[in-house]
Each structure stands twice: as C-alpha cells, then as structure tokens.
C-alpha cells in the first residue's frame, strides 16, 4: 500500500503543479491585459509596473490552489481509468477507499498550506498592494479619470462625476463632486464645467469650476445647512503629483488585509458596540417612560461577558509573541479582556451614556442606539464573511477531492473534458460564495452558512456520488433496485 499510495501522490502532483501554474499564469495575463495600459500611461517606472503584477500573484494564487486540487483529482483518475489501472487495483482486490485514501492526505496537506497563505501571507502582500495603488493613483489622477463614472481623486475624501472629459484640454462639463471633509462635514458641488490641472508645482492639483453651486451639510447640527452659487470656484488639492512618489505605509487595513485573529478582534468589539448599543436603546426607552411619571432616569447596562479567543490564535501567540503585520488591527486597537475578569465593562466605548430625560429626546436616542445596531451588526457581517472566507476556501481542497473522483470515474475523457467539468463546476462554486457573501452583508444569512453553503452542497453530493461508486460493483449482483439512473446518469443500478 505504501508503494500504491507513494504513486498516487506522484500521479497527482505534476497535474496538480502544472494546472497551478498555468491557471495563475492565465490570470495574470488578464491582469496586464487590463491594467498595462493605464500604467504605462502614468509613466511609472518599470520597476514600479513590475512589483504591481508581482504583488497581485498571491490573491490569484489563493484562488486557483483549489480549482487546481480539481483538475489534478479529475485528470488523473481519468487518466487511471482510461488505462484500466483502476480496474486492476480493484481486481487485485484495492477498495476505492483505499485508492482515496492517499488523495485526501495530500488534499489536507494542501488545505492547511492554503489556510496559513491566505491568513498570514496573503493579507501581507494585499496591504503593500493596496498602499502601491493608492500612490500609483495619486500619479497623475487626470489620465484615469472616466466619464460617467465616480472617481476617486481623493482616496476616502473626494469623488468626482462628470458627463464628458476632454482628452486633450481635461475640460469637463456637468461636473459633479462630493466632498467629505470630516467625519462630521459633507459637500457636493455642482458646476456646468471645470477643469483640471496641476500646480506649478507638480505636486498639487487645482480644480477650477464654473456656474454651479456648493452645498455643505454639519452632520452634528442637522439644522446647518449651507448654499452657495458661485461663478468660478477654485479648489486646490494637495498631495496629488505628476510624478510617482511612494508616501509610505499606512495604518488603514480593510477587511481583506488582515488574518484571522485580527478579523476576530474586529468583530468581537463590533458586536460589544452593538450589546451596549441595543442596551442603551433599552434604558433610553425605559427613561421615556419614567420621565412620563417624573422618576429619575437609570443607566444603562455596559458589562458584557468576557470573549475567550480561539485555540488558534491562541496558539498564534504561544507561537509568534511579536504579532505579524497581517495580523494587526486596522483602526484603534482594542484592549484585551483581563484574564482575571469574568466580565468586561464597556462604558468606554461610544454611547454609553445617560439616557435622555424627555420623552422626545429618549425617542431620538432610541432611534440614534438603533441605527448604531445595524452599523456594527453589518461591520460584524463583513468582517465575519472574512474571517470564514479564510477557512471555507482552502477546505475546498478536499470537497473538491470527493466531487472530482467519482466524476473521472464515471466520465473518462481528455484533458478537454477535464478543463470544461472544472470549469463549470469552479464557476458554480464562486457564484454562490459571491452571492453569499452578498446576502450575508445585507443581513440575509449569517455569515457562516454564506461561505460555507458551497462546500456543504458540492460535499454532501460528492460523498453521495463516491460512496455510490464505491458499491457499484457490489451493486451489479443483486436484483433489487437501488438507485434511479437519473440520479448518476445512465442505467439504474440494482441490488
């Protein structure tokens, strides 16, 4: 068995190796095809060009590791049965189990280097890839600028539409752009026309507009709002060159930067705002009520039970005291729970506050705490979406093992056959991870039946197929029937 299973692996690894590969290679070609010509036009250097390209490998790479785990089950045990070895093995009486055996090993093997690639590399090279774009974007932003589109000239503070861009002159008509000075002021200007240009300098952007006019709202006092016509307004942006410059490293990390006890952080103080918020809804509606029959408002509850962190992270620290970048947090870092604590209290946070004493001013903090509610349950959603993506990906490894054996077995062919059933079946597997992960940001579905549903369905209809396949022979002797042929296509077989 041990020379059998040694075979199996060596059958497996070139098909596997070349189909990773070539898989990437496929896709990375898609990138230049797509991308190589807006870089060129910003005249980046080639070194510049060159790390951009490297640096989009690793998230194509996390990618296609299953769907080449597929093409290598799917060739090779078409392979075996095209040249009849898989009859032989069973004729020498090697159970389809035993011919399994070896490929979920090795799956598993692939499943946890997949895990530990896309948890602490890949959010790593996600980081340095997004702070390139954003000072590749900030390098002359007016060669990129679309019409009929929202531009981001400003990365999180200004976007810009318009109907119509000259090519030439960069004069634009029906200007629209929206402003976000702070968290608390935003503007949208409209203009019938503009331009754009740079400073002197190179280094700043000035934006001259033409009859339109200038609206700015205060989101902390709702009854300021301001209105402005102008005829010409001047706008100056800075830090916006002509040429590249590389500003540095940021602290910002979205969701796809970051591993998975980083995701877990964020996701536990997410749902510890949204305890103390749905608490203060709830004290906030109890003082309405008292305020009614003049008692005194009560505070609301702020201690919420202690979060334990997961036996791998755990580890993760036993392991790695000095934490990775991939696994820093993304905004304020959030103080540990005491060990000593059973409880934690979470008056710092925002919103735990006194209630209001009338009852309208209770109703608006009602509404206010509610809002804040669904604000961090859909923070938690997102980031749970991550945090599961992380695991529901590399496990596709084995349920890819359990669909491809029996599928090569029942329909032997070409490499052609191989590509197109991977193909179909890769496609149907990222539509419902895409339209999970939309239903479970829209609070649809939680976020662990989202990302896991694929690998449930395509590993239950697998392990029905293969357990299927493995008594077909046994199967054919008896003379009750046992399954529908348009269960595994083609005769009903019997028992």
Request: net charge positive.
């Amino acid at each position: 068995m041990r020379i059998l299973n040694r075979y199996l692996i060596r059958q497996h690894a070139a098909p596997f190796l070349f189909s990773l590969a070539a898989l990437t290679g496929f896709m990375l070609l898609n990138q230049i095809a797509r991308r190589l010509e807006q870089l060129v036009g910003k005249d980046l250097p080639w070194l510049i060009i060159v790390e951009y390209f490297v640096l989009t490998i690793p998230y194509l790479v996390a990618m296609t590791i299953s769907m080449s785990v597929l093409v290598a089950v799917l060739y090779t045990f078409s392979h075996l049965t095209r040249d009849s070895e898989v009859t032989a093995f069973r004729a020498g009486g090697v159970s389809l189990g035993q011919l399994v055996r070896p490929v979920f090993f090795a799956a598993a093997v692939v499943t946890v280097f997949a895990f530990l690639f896309s948890d602490q590399i890949l959010p790593r090279t996600n980081h340095r890839l997004r702070t390139l774009m954003t000072d590749i974007n900030r390098t002359k932003p007016t060669f990129s600028l679309k019409e009929h589109a929202i531009n981001e000239v400003q990365r999180g503070r200004l976007f810009l539409w318009t109907a119509r861009i000259d090519p030439v002159t960069y004069g634009m008509h029906d200007v629209t752009i929206y402003r976000f000075m702070d968290r608390s002021n935003v503007g949208t200007i409209y203009a019938d026309s503009g331009r754009i240009t740079f400073a002197p300098n190179q280094e700043d952007l000035q934006l001259m507009l033409f009859n339109g006019t200038a609206l700015e709202f205060d989101r902390r006092d709702p009854g300021n709002f301001q209105r402005t016509y102008y005829d010409r307004y001047l706008m100056g942006l800075q830090d916006i060159g002509g040429i590249f410059e590389r500003r540095g490293d940021d602290n910002f990390r979205s969701d796809r930067e970051l591993g998975t006890c980083a995701l877990e952080d964020v996701v536990v103080s997410a749902r510890r705002r949204q305890w103390l918020a749905e608490r203060s809804a709830a004290a906030a509606w109890r003082n309405g009520v008292r305020a009614l029959v003049g008692l005194p408002p009560i505070e609301p509850d702020t201690v919420v039970p202690q979060h334990r962190r997961s036996l791998y992270c755990r580890a993760l620290d036993w392991v790695l005291p000095a934490r990775l970048d991939a696994q820093e947090r993304p905004f304020t870092r959030v103080q540990p729970d005491s060990a000593d604590s059973p409880q934690v209290r979470l008056a710092h946070l925002p919103g735990a506050r006194l209630a209001s004493r009338t009852p309208t001013a209770a109703m608006n903090e009602v509404r206010m705490q509610r809002d804040r509610v669904i604000g961090n349950e859909r923070q938690a959603a997102m980031y749970l979406v991550e945090f599961h993506k992380k695991y529901a990906i590399p496990a596709a490894c084995i349920v890819f093992v359990l669909v491809g054996v029996p599928l090569a077995l029942r329909l032997p062919g070409g490499l052609g056959m191989v590509i197109g059933v991977a193909m179909v079946i890769f496609a149907v597997y990222y539509v419902g991870l895409i339209a999970g992960e939309s239903l479970a940001n829209g609070l649809v579905v939680s976020p662990f039946w989202a990302m896991w549903t694929p690998n449930v369905v395509f590993g239950l209809l697998g392990g029905l197929a293969l357990w299927h396949t493995a008594r077909r022979g046994i199967a054919a002797r008896s003379g009750r029937r046992r399954w529908p042929g348009w269960v595994f296509g083609g005769a009903a077989t019997r028992e």
